[in-house]
């Protein structure tokens, strides 16, 4: 349930850095850790290992302060290592916060509820301001800082990241936490599970499965180290576009024993990257062919003939997929400007959407068309503007992947 909540955190942040936005992540309160499944997807996620004695005695300092903390008596039932207690729901009220859960109530602050608070600040500190003179003593930015706090969270742990949105709002009234909104997954479900599984077993489970289909496509294959890296890139992929394909309002059903994650599913990751690497071999053939002198260098654009492209899949990927490209990125990573309420949404499943419907078009065209034709003069035009279209095309995937942390693959 949470691995969906950070590959959406992760893709976001790529989206927003590919605009100029300056992006800090921060492990979410519940967040384990030590996933090494985070490492395989290559999500480059905070370890949380930074020193924070600091800025959490700064925080309990203010809980002493805090009109709204008091002391939890302990007991039979009480948890260990619960610090205090803070009333939140009078808070709220008192603000007129509206959006949070109203069975906000009491929180029982630990140690691991203040760590989490401090990382907050520490990546709020190292936002850029829009005025740098205007910072205040205070361990927070101002209102004039560019800075917003998204909370990227799994339905189910919303009332906990609530808790911990309201309680820094409590310990520093005049910090720059106004700007807090909350971007909620839908839940993850599995149809007939046998028992519970992990992100682990699931990265696991969809690796076997992606060996197993491309054994059934190619054959027994090499067990070399190449091989090997091609087999978890498309594993990546697939489980990126599994989780990141839908809106991340609405719930996924994952069907663990599903086969179509093979390179012919026309809806997964495999797909994509299967034509990914298609155009990376036109393109090596192409070059090998240069140099063999079958055919003469690539002209520069300003000598091509693009009258030549006269296929309806030619204009179709100029006019559908090249043209908006941009937009299309633009608006995945677009948030909401603030309005009342907490939760915001995203439209961060359009690039794998887009992704889907482009290698499909691709598909059909490449199937149609023989780009590397005979070596006859008066061909050569025709080539050339082809092989021009479809490097722009071959730069959209490879700008797109790059949002899912992707590498393109030379070859299948």
Same mark, same amino acid.
């Given at each position: ?86 009333? #939140? ?30 990382? #907050? ?66 839940? $993850?479900? $599995? ?98 062919? $240069? ?30 997929? #090249? ?11 677009? #948030? ?77």
């Amino acid at each position: 349930r949470h691995l969906r909540s950070v590959l959406l955190a992760d893709h976001l942040a790529q989206l927003l850095r590919a605009q100029g936005v300056d992006v800090r992540l921060v492990p979410a309160l519940s967040e384990e850790r030590s996933w090494d499944v985070l490492r395989q997807l290559r999500i480059c996620w905070p370890s949380g290992g930074s020193s924070l004695s600091d800025a959490i005695s700064a925080l309990k300092a203010a809980l002493g302060r805090c009109p709204c903390a008091a002391a939890c008596e302990q007991g039979p039932g009480t948890a260990e290592g619960v610090i205090c207690k803070v009333h #939140l729901k009078s808070f709220v009220e008192q603000q007129g916060l509206l959006g949070y859960d109203p069975n906000l109530d009491v929180l029982l602050v630990t140690e691991g509820t203040l760590r989490s608070l401090a990382e #907050l600040q520490e990546a709020v500190l190292q936002c850029p301001v829009s005025d740098p003179t205007a910072l205040p003593a205070s361990r927070f930015p101002s209102q004039s800082s560019c800075c917003s706090i998204v909370h990227v969270v799994n339905c189910e742990e919303e009332f906990q990241q609530q808790q911990l949105d309201v309680l820094w709002r409590i310990l520093d009234p005049g910090a720059h936490t106004a700007l807090q909104k909350h971007l909620v997954c839908g839940p $993850v479900k $599995v149809t007939n599970p046998s028992s519970p599984i992990g992100a682990d077993q699931y990265f696991q489970l969809r690796k076997q499965q992606m060996y197993e289909a491309s054994v059934i496509k190619y054959g027994e294959l090499a067990q070399d180290e190449a091989w090997t890296e091609v087999i978890d890139t498309l594993t990546v992929a697939a489980i990126r576009f599994e989780m990141l394909s839908t809106a991340h309002r609405s719930q996924i059903t994952l069907d663990l024993e599903n086969s179509s994650i093979s390179t012919k599913g026309t809806k997964s990751g495999a797909f994509v990257m299967y034509n990914c690497a298609r155009l990376a071999t036109l393109f090596s053939t192409f070059q090998r062919a $240069v140099e063999q002198g079958t055919y003469p260098p690539l002209p520069p654009v300003s000598e091509l003939n693009f009258s030549c492209l006269r296929e309806e899949g030619e204009w179709l990927l100029l006019f559908n997929y #090249l043209l908006p490209f941009p937009e299309v990125l633009q608006q995945a990573a677009q #948030l909401p400007p603030p309005s009342k309420g907490i939760r915001i949404t995203a439209n961060t499943e359009t690039v794998c959407k887009f992704l889907i419907q482009l290698s499909m078009d691709f598909s059909s065209y490449y199937n149609r068309v023989h780009i590397l034709g005979e070596p006859f003069p008066h061909l050569f035009d025709q080539m050339f503007a082809r092989l021009q279209l479809l490097g722009a095309v071959r730069d959209v995937f490879h700008s797109a992947l790059a949002t899912l942390h992707l590498p393109p693959l030379s070859q299948i």
